[in-house]
């Protein structure tokens, strides 16, 4: 064996031991990975876990808002009087609010979520009371240890057309609100027919849409009303008429200084800016939206969808006894004091009785009325001033179905007996009078003080400088160039006379905001 070879095998024999460590390290360094990869599975199957957890325990606490949104609801579906969130009941649970800054639970039972009969979480409610129809909801979503709370500023609005200084169908489409009209309250337009370059508006001069406050009404008038809501706007306590202004289908034209609302002004205890604007096709005129003020900007489309119709005389009707009618004018005279010519021509020294005293008036100027009243047969009723005296004060509650035209061309105010007043929904009163008619309603006598409730299905018209205190519901208006003015009254709703077309409450829950905490 050559030298060379035996100190080869001699360095082999000597390099055995390291080998082995050698492969000890890379078993070492195998299982290191295989630990790593491990841990880092496991890691990643905890933040899945968690993430997971996190998604339903989300759904979970949607589950609370939606259940407290239905109860909230249903609470105004079902109420007897005027409906509330602060009563202490929401749809038959105790929710006592012992004030408005801190959130109170809801005592739910049944709050733990399955599927497949395996637990996946539960939830936890809680309210905070703003006002009457205005609330926040809490809810907490807790699935496997991991919580999830959502906060939603839930809204109960009645979109009734009553609900509104005006309420039209299709629009003013060739009959516009022109000039120094005044209209403060709400304004609802379906602008039905209307296509994106028709105006449902189109106002010039000073007109004002939309004032949210009673600054601009005769005192005469607004002591026969109850005082408006309060709200607070920057710290101070100021009333408010809660006006919004919606128009589905039609532009709005804004010029010169017509405005809808007013940019807010401190310590007028008033409230300037509208509640909201929701308006689909725009604004046009030569101010378009930079004449508008309110809470929530310009842009924000029409946001009831269909939900809204316009009510029709020629709808069919079932009235609360199961019986059901053709058209709900039907159901008007079959449930009326049915007249011809008697009320045609009406003024304040008149003096008739009518069906046992529904409709009556005394020969000085008062009239009374109570129930329906159907005058048939497509007779007119005219309202007319004898002379110089132009006033008829009325007391009770009911509506008037003309099925001619109606002509309003006379003070018509609610009774105020001396030192001791008995006015519309004002002192536990509920002196109100409604028309309607499938044709017109004229206004057309300058400066008189309307009080009361206006349907006419065909049209409005407001020719002269008429103070309206009330609603007009019309599918075409025409407010003339006469400075004429609409007050809203919000407690109608509440005390629409029998019969009254649409008078029923259409409750929504609108969700203001929304959002995770």
């Known amino acids: ?66 259940r407290a949104i239905f109860d909230l609801r249903q609470d105004f579906l079902n109420a007897t009087g005027t409906p509330s969130w602060i009563d202490g009941d929401i749809n ?40 009457a129809d205005d609330i926040l909801i809490q809810s907490t979503g807790t699935v496997a240890g991991v919580n999830q709370t959502i906060q939603v500023y839930v809204k109960m609005m009645n979109i009734s057309p009553w609900n509104n200084a005006i309420f039209a169908g299709a629009g003013a489409a060739g009959a516009m609100i022109n ?72 532009l709005v034209g804004l010029s010169g200084s017509a405005t809808v609302g007013e940019s807010n002004v401190m310590g007028n205890g008033s409230k300037e800016q509208v509640d909201g604007v929701y308006v689909t096709d725009g604004f046009g ?77 005394d020969g000085s100027g008062n009239l009374n009325i109570s129930g329906i009243v159907y005058v048939d047969g497509g007779n007119n009723m005219d309202l007319s001033k004898s002379g110089s005296d132009k006033t008829i004060t009325y007391s009770g509650s009911g509506t008037i179905l003309v099925t001619g035209n109606t002509e309003i ?24 009078i409604g028309f309607m008619t499938p044709n017109h309603i004229t206004f057309n006598e300058a400066n008189i003080d309307v009080m009361g409730l206006f349907y006419a299905e065909d049209s409005v018209i407001v020719q002269k400088q008429t103070d309206i205190m009330g609603t007009i519901v019309s599918n075409y208006f025409d407010m003339g160039t006469n400075v004429p003015s609409i007050y809203q009254v919000p407690a109608v709703t509440d005390n629409l006379p029998t019969g009254m077309i649409s008078g029923e409450a259409i409750w929504v829950t609108k969700i203001v905001s929304w959002q995770k905490l």
């Open 1 to 66: 064996m050559t030298k060379k070879r035996v100190q080869f095998l001699e360095r082999v024999r000597g390099e055995k031991g390291s080998v082995l460590i050698s492969s000890f390290l890379v078993v070492v360094l195998l299982l290191g990975l295989g630990a790593a990869v491990i841990l880092v599975s496991v890691s990643e199957k905890r933040t899945s876990d968690r993430h997971k957890s996190t998604v339903q325990s989300l759904h979970v606490a949607e589950a609370g808002i939606d």
């Open 92 to 131: 038959g649970t105790p929710v006592v609010f012992s004030d408005t800054v801190n959130f109170y639970p809801i005592p739910y039972t049944g709050t733990a979520l399955q599927l497949d009969g395996n637990l996946v979480g539960t939830y936890t409610v809680s309210l905070q009371a703003v006002d």
């Open 179 to 250: 000039g120094n009209v005044n209209i403060r309250g709400s304004i609802h337009i379906l602008g039905t027919g209307l296509g994106p370059g028709d105006y449902a508006l189109d106002n010039g001069g000073t007109a004002q849409l939309v004032g949210n406050n009673y600054d601009t009404i005769p005192a005469s008038l607004e002591v026969k009303v109850p005082a408006l809501d309060t709200t607070v706007v920057d710290g101070e306590t100021v009333e408010t008429l809660h006006g919004e202004f919606r128009v589905k289908n039609g």
């Open 285 to 361: 005129g030569s101010q378009g939206a930079g004449n508008v003020y309110s809470d929530n900007g310009y842009s924000n489309e029409y946001d009831l969808g269909d939900s809204v119709s316009f009510p029709s005389l020629s709808d069919a009707y079932t009235d609360s006894s199961g019986t059901s009618f053709a058209t709900y004018q039907q159901y008007l005279k079959a449930n009326a004091c049915v007249l011809t010519s008697e009320l045609s021509a009406i003024t304040p020294n008149s003096n008739f009785s009518y069906c046992g005293g529904d409709v009556s008036m």
């Open 409 to 432: 061309n006379v003070n018509l105010v609610t009774d105020s007996n001396s030192g001791n007043p008995s006015y519309p929904l004002r002192n536990g009163s509920k002196n109100i």
